[in-house]
């Protein structure tokens, strides 16, 4: 029954790699979101997408690029990782005709940047 | 802008009572919805409950139900029978005429055997 899927729960990388986070839904929802998830922070916006090869930036979108070429798939792609982004990274997705517009979140993917 | 305020990082109560958790929210859309989301440890985010700011009834979901005070914009989460298994982060949430989410901080509620 899961709805929205990373493609990897944890992942190590080293510094200056390029690393790529898949999220997949299955529930056909236009609206796709890229979160990070910080102690003390809470979940800050990175991108978001509200249809196919569009993309707009969130709070934070520096460090970070992403890609939806089709509408299931929206990816988060690191160009040369630091430190400074190990964290949690939430994928979410949602359509304003199912329960309001409330997100269904991934079960997230914990980047660890050595 | 919009803002969503928690003011309890932390909160107890005994296996079986009820608790409730604070949210308090700002926006000048004149329609917006609000939502609940629960966090364990593992990680995910898992949606609870959604309150449309013109239902005219508090939602219900189970054991949760929102007590919305528009006019003191409060939408507080009750969590009725509480459940070792309710131990989590818990998350109220906000979406305007957007469809981004503005989130709270977050508030820990431990359940006591």
């Known amino acids: 029954d899961v709805k929205v899927t990373q493609s990897s729960r944890y992942l190590v990388k080293r510094t200056g790699e390029k690393v790529f986070l898949e999220c997949v839904q299955d529930?056909?929802?236009?609206?796709m979101f890229w979160y990070r998830q910080d102690p003390g922070l809470g979940l800050r916006l990175i991108y978001f997408s509200y249809d196919v090869k569009m993309k707009e930036k969130g709070d934070i979108p520096e460090g970070y690029s992403v890609s939806r070429e089709k509408k299931e798939r929206f990816s988060l792609i690191l160009e040369s990782a630091s430190t400074n982004q190990t964290s949690m990274y939430l994928c979410?997705?949602?359509?304003?005709?199912?329960?309001?517009?409330?997100?269904?979140f991934g079960s997230g993917t914990r980047l660890t940047v050595v | 802008a919009q803002k969503i305020t928690q003011t309890q990082p932390g909160m107890f109560v005994q296996e079986k009572e009820a608790v409730t958790l604070d949210c308090t929210y700002d926006t000048s859309d004149p329609s917006y919805g609000l939502f609940w989301y629960k966090q364990p440890s593992s990680g995910e985010m898992i949606f609870l409950i959604y309150q449309g700011s013109y239902d005219q009834q508090n939602a219900t979901e189970g054991r949760y139900s929102l007590n919305f005070q528009k006019a003191r914009k409060s939408a507080n989460l009750v969590i009725s029978a509480s459940q070792l298994g309710d131990s989590a982060m818990y998350f109220c949430?906000?979406?305007?005429?957007?469809?981004?989410?503005?989130f709270g901080p977050g508030t820990r509620l431990s359940v006591l055997p």
């Open positions: 979410a997705s949602s359509n304003l005709r199912d329960r309001g517009g409330g997100y269904t």
């Open positions: 529930m056909d929802h236009e609206n």
């Open positions: 949430a906000m979406r305007g005429y957007g469809q981004n989410f503005v």
